[in-house]
């Protein structure tokens, strides 16, 4: 399986709304296509792990590439995989970023993180704290 994590800049424009909808999108047509994984949201940048066979992780990969809510998507982390470690999600959200943090707080917790990605994650979910400007 493959795992990849990429990072990207939000459109300024998008709403709660837009979002809850992009979410409700995505969890759909990953349960639909046995993906899973993880997408942080700091209301500037998008992070997301997503895991699952490689053919359909590489095309969601397209999608998302083209997706105009999102730009300069780079990916951080490429690699092939055991295991899953988000199995249970279709894509883990929260739209309240302290209730996420303890979401994958509880994951790193079980040991389910390998220890970079966790990291990885730890950071962008930081960076978010801080807010901008500070
Ligand atoms: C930040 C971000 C994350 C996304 N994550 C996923 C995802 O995990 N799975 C997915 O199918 N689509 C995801 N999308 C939506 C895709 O870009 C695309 O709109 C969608 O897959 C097309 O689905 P449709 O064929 O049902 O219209 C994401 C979009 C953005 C902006």
Redesign the pocket.
Same mark, same amino acid.
């Given at each position: 399986m493959l795992s990849v994590i990429y990072v990207?800049v939000a459109d300024p424009g998008l709403t709660p709304a837009d979002i809850a909808a992009?979410v409700a999108?995505?969890q759909a047509?990953?349960a639909r =296509?046995g993906?899973t994984?993880a997408?942080i949201y700091n209301g500037q940048n998008?992070m997301?792990l997503?895991e699952g066979p490689v053919a359909r992780v590489e095309a969601?990969l397209a999608?998302?590439r083209a =997706?105009l809510?999102?730009n300069g998507v780079i990916e951080i982390r490429r690699r092939l995989v055991e295991e899953r470690e988000f199995s249970a999600f279709s894509?883990l959200y929260s739209p309240l970023f302290r209730e996420h943090d303890a979401g994958l707080s509880r994951l790193a917790a079980r040991g389910q993180l390998d220890p970079q990605d966790e990291q990885m994650m730890a950071n962008f979910l930081a960076l978010g704290h801080r807010g901008p400007g500070g």
């Open positions: 990207s992009m999108q995505a047509n990953n =296509d993906l994984g997408l998008f997301q997503l969601c999608r998302i =997706d809510r999102h894509m």
